[in-house]
């Protein structure tokens, strides 16, 4: 896991808190564009049902035979859409996507009920290998990701990324009660935002932080080539 901690600064050049007790040392950014990723196969529009019977509607993106697969967590005012220029590069690098339109709550214990309903979905489909499953979120798709890794997907889910994860009183209530042991987390965020990231550090496990190099929020921080790139390196070295 050391090479990928130093992978993961190469790829983003700023680092937040280190992987593992040793904080690594500063390298120089990265600044080629990556390899532009092969086209993903047509979406499908499926549905499922959240963990408390809600209809969900989804697009689906198959990876072949028995592939790893990651949900994605759209942005408050955002949708299935968002994840538009990630899914392809996902895809070539073998995942199966599904990217879900949430519930409008601001709430992430109420948000998390069509998450566990999206996971689920996943395990019982034959072209999914349900032990290799992973969560991508952004901004309350975040937080509830991060919600999710220290509650309910805690012992199904590999990995997680949350990008511009907010203060979450859910998550606080969590730490308050000892109760907050997230897992495998890529905390990303920009300098305006790394307090929030910081809070959510407290009690996580085998978990990383990183700062962009650009202000930005939520899926905007994808923008930044190594931001996707850590991204992809933490997901292929967990759920992969």
Not at 22 to 48: G, H, I, L, Y
Not at 187 to 203: I, K, T
Not at 226 to 240: F, I, K, N, S, T
């Amino acid at each position: 896991m050391r090479w990928r901690c130093a992978a993961l600064v190469l790829a983003l050049g700023s680092l937040a808190a280190g992987c593992g007790d040793t904080p690594a040392p500063p390298e120089r950014a990265v600044t080629a564009s990556p390899s532009p990723a092969a086209a993903a196969p047509r979406a499908q529009t499926v549905r499922f049902k959240a963990a408390d019977g809600q209809a969900v509607s989804a697009e689906y993106t198959p990876a072949g035979a028995n592939a790893p697969a990651v949900v994605l967590l759209h942005e408050i005012r955002g949708g299935p859409g968002q994840w538009a220029d990630l899914v392809p590069e996902l895809h070539a690098a073998g995942f199966a996507t599904l990217a879900y339109s949430s519930r409008p709550s601001v709430m992430e214990r109420e948000r998390i009920r069509d998450l566990l309903g999206a996971v689920r979905w996943l395990r019982r489909r034959p072209d999914v290998d349900r032990r290799r499953l992973g969560l991508v979120g952004a901004s309350i798709g975040a937080s509830t990701t991060v919600f999710a890794m220290a509650t309910g997907t805690r012992r199904t889910v590999d990995a997680a990324v949350a990008l511009s994860p907010p203060d979450s009183a859910d998550i606080w209530r969590l730490q308050g009660g000892d109760r907050y042991r997230p897992h495998d987390l890529l905390l990303v965020s920009d300098e305006r935002e790394s307090s929030a990231v910081a809070g959510m550090m407290e009690g996580a496990v085998r978990s990383h932080a990183l700062q962009s190099q650009r202000a930005g929020h939520g899926v905007a921080l994808l923008a930044e080539s190594g931001v996707r790139e850590a991204l992809l390196a933490w997901l292929e070295d967990r759920v992969r």
